[in-house]
């Protein structure tokens, strides 16, 4: 059976995502070869930022304008008046941005990388061309990591139109250019599409839809963390069946292998595990949920990705030491439901994939995608990768533990780890612990410091709005990193705020008066909401919260340098470890 796994738009275009990579790997290693794995996220932009692409699109805009010139209609939408000053102004752009869209894609992929003025530049040139593109589809638009449509892809019925919109969906046209001829040529029997972010759920169901037009008899089935938050509402949204044959819920692997099983033997679908499927026009889930046993899986697979087109000039690869959370308390988090329970890899083994890994893709930068490492693990893990010599530069993601000590963070930054991303979500006492986040200021203060001390860069995330919240208790959040000069001012420093988001699954859920809801609203028409409207009995509505949360937002903004350190982890990752390099090879003034 030709196997075919798909990593569908948009997503951030300078590191290859884990998802299909562990899924290839566990096939392989149970014997079953996958045809191909495509990231098609980086293979369609690719091909966007190219001249030939816009020449192609430089007519259709001269005839969209033209078109619009007749006549109009209406003040906004597709056809309206804004709809043509838009085309107008995209026009107005081209002849300068033509020229400059491959410069900007091949700084990106070399040294002029490293130059802050030239980086920021050209993400701005690769945003604006995406915004020409995008003037084609009005009103959508394509960014660099995401995307934004008139529909909402809360609803399943929006989600249908979406996907058949020839004038407003960018990706039907984008597919059929770039993807279905190279696809027709050498069709698979099965195809897995990963979705894992909002941002790619009409662009994958999308790619779905016109696979099963064109191949009908292509089994597909839609994997990863989005549809995982929606079983209940699977159930009881039978449309999303007409773009895929099923989906597999949490983990993939197991289900995975024995999908193709079914597919080739009896296909007894109900012996697949983490399965929702239809028969007789009945969905059915297969539970319980299977829960991976990590010690058996194999390093993610990267063969056949297109490391070459990423927009870095090195490659990031994210790998992965444990799934779940061992904390799993804080009251906001439905991260948690991903993974069911913490389970995790030998550290001795995951540095043999780390070794592996590094000599077969030819990169020494590593991005561990773990929720959050556990500290006695990590210790062996970086006590192990410091005798071994091995000089790998990663990322993590760590709470602020109280036994994260000053020791534990010098081995780490021996070992490589060049930053470590925190929840720190509030820096108020009270908060701490209503959203039983289980850490202290003192802890957060003394590891804020410390990482500063030896050379770590530190991610904060803030949340903003959590029930009960006070103006003064936000500020305070803010205040704490606005005021930190020392923090803030540390190179490759980032912090992301963010509005609270009262979400399914997570473990304010199961108690919702106790953290001072009153009232919780979906609205009839989203179908596939991944969060609830709410009402609040004390502290600021959500409505004052969002007003904060922008200004928070806005004086944060001004101490922390977004680009490329709040962009993307992967870039930032990059400029840090050039920069400490530069600084061990300056001569010590002792
Ligand atoms: S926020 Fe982080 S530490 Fe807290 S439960 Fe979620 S993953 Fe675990």
């Keep these: 059976m030709k196997i075919s796994l798909l990593f569908p738009p948009s997503w951030h275009p300078s590191q290859p995502y884990l998802s299909i990579p562990c899924l290839s790997a566990f096939l392989e290693k149970s014997g079953i070869s996958v045809h191909q794995q495509r990231d098609l996220n980086i293979e369609l932009l690719d091909k966007v930022l190219t001249k030939n692409f816009g020449l192609d699109i430089h007519q259709r805009l001269v005839d969209l304008v033209k078109r619009l010139e007749q006549s109009v209609n209406g003040e906004t939408g597709p056809g309206s008046k804004e709809h043509y000053a838009r085309a107008v102004e995209s026009l107005d752009r081209f002849p300068y941005l033509i020229d400059e869209i491959e410069p900007a894609k091949a700084s990106l992929r070399g040294e002029e990388f490293f130059n802050l003025d030239r980086y920021r530049e050209c993400l701005f040139l690769i945003d604006r061309w995406l915004e020409v593109a995008s003037s084609l589809y009005f009103p959508t638009r394509m960014t660099v990591v995401d995307n934004q449509f008139s ?42 599409v990963s979705i894992t972010a909002t941002s790619q759920i009409i662009p994958g169901l999308t790619l779905c839809k016109l696979i099963k037009e064109f191949h009908p008899d292509v089994h597909v089935t839609v994997g990863g963390s989005i549809f995982t938050r929606l079983v209940d509402n699977l159930r009881r949204c039978d449309r999303l069946f007409q773009l895929t044959d099923d989906f597999i819920v949490f983990e993939g ?16 679908f109900s012996k697949v595990p983490n399965l929702i499927w239809r028969q007789d026009g009945k969905i059915i889930v297969n539970q319980p949920f299977y829960s991976e046993n990590l010690t058996e899986h194999p390093a993610p697979n990267y063969d056949g990705f297109p490391l070459g087109q990423y927009l870095a000039p090195h490659t990031v690869l994210p790998v992965q030491f444990s799934r779940g959370c061992y904390y799993k308390d804080c009251a906001f988090c439905a991260l948690t439901l991903d993974h069911q329970n913490f389970r995790q890899k030998d550290p001795m083994k995951v540095v043999d994939e780390l070794e592996t890994l590094s000599r077969k893709y030819d990169t020494p930068y590593f991005f561990f995608t773990d929720e959050c490492l556990a500290l006695s693990p990590t210790k062996r893990l970086c006590k192990e990768l410091i005798r071994r010599g091995l000089d790998l530069q990663w990322t993590a993601e760590l709470r602020f533990e109280k036994n994260l000590s000053r020791e534990l963070l010098a081995s780490m930054r021996e070992a490589g780890c060049q930053k470590i991303v925190f929840g720190l979500e509030t820096y108020n006492a009270r908060l701490m612990d209503f959203m039983v986040k289980g850490i202290t200021q003192e802890n957060v203060d003394r590891i804020c410091s410390d990482c500063v001390e030896i050379g770590i860069a530190v991610h904060c995330y803030v949340i903003v709005g959590f029930p009960t919240e006070t103006e003064e208790e936000a500020l305070e959040t803010m205040n704490f ?77 001004e101490v922390v340098c977004e680009l490329p350190f709040n962009y993307s982890m992967a870039d930032g990752l990059l400029y840090i470890t050039r920069h400490n390099k530069q600084l061990e090879a300056q001569p010590s003034s002792a």
């Design 253 to 268: 692997e197991t289900a995975l292998l024995e999908m193709i099983n079914q597919l080739e033997g009896k296909k007894d």
């Design 481 to 557: 990193i606005v005021k930190n000069t020392k923090l803030h001012s540390s190179y490759g420093f980032s912090c992301q705020p963010c509005l609270f988001d009262l979400e399914k699954e997570a473990p304010i859920m199961s108690d919702p008066g106790g953290y001072g809801i009153q009232r919780i609203m979906r609205p009839a028409s989203e179908d596939l909401s991944l969060g609830f409207f709410y009402e609040v009995k004390s502290g600021m509505t959500p409505e004052q919260a969002e007003k904060v949360y922008q200004h928070v937002y806005e004086k944060i903004s």
């Design 151 to 192: 529909y909402s892809i809360y609803s399943s019925r929006e989600i249908l139109q979406a996907i058949h919109d020839e004038t407003q969906n960018p990706y039907l046209d984008l597919y059929r250019q770039f993807f279905l001829p190279s696809f027709s040529q050498d069709t698979p029997d099965f195809v897995g």
